[in-house]
């Protein structure tokens, strides 16, 4: 699969430099992750800014795997000017927006 940024949500699921372009008004960002420890999901704005990002953390065996708070709510909306897929060790991150949908670059 590669990036879908034609609906709402954009499911992202490949790391990729500006993936849209223009401004967006991001509502909730959700990373459906693996359970590897020290994977990474790290989303940045068009100008490569880290807006959000998450670790997941071993805590000691393989069964037993931190997850951090996978999912962000943003009230109110964070405004962005493009969006880039920085890091994505495992899984698929959903990015929920306002709209319109974005327009596609890659």
Known sequence: MSNDVTNNP???????????TGPLRITK?????????ADVAQIEDG?????????LQDVGTAANVYMPPLE????????VTGL????????????????PNPVKTT
């Open 10 to 20: 954009l499911i992202l699921d490949t790391a990729a430099d500006n993936v849209v």
């Open 29 to 37: 960002i959700i990373w459906d992750a693996g359970d590897t420890p």
């Open 47 to 55: 100008s490569e800014r880290v807006i959000w990002k998450r670790t």
């Open 72 to 79: 962000s709510d943003f009230v109110p909306p964070l405004l």
């Open 84 to 99: 880039s897929v920085g890091v994505l060790d495992s899984g698929v991150v959903y990015v929920y927006h306002e709209g």
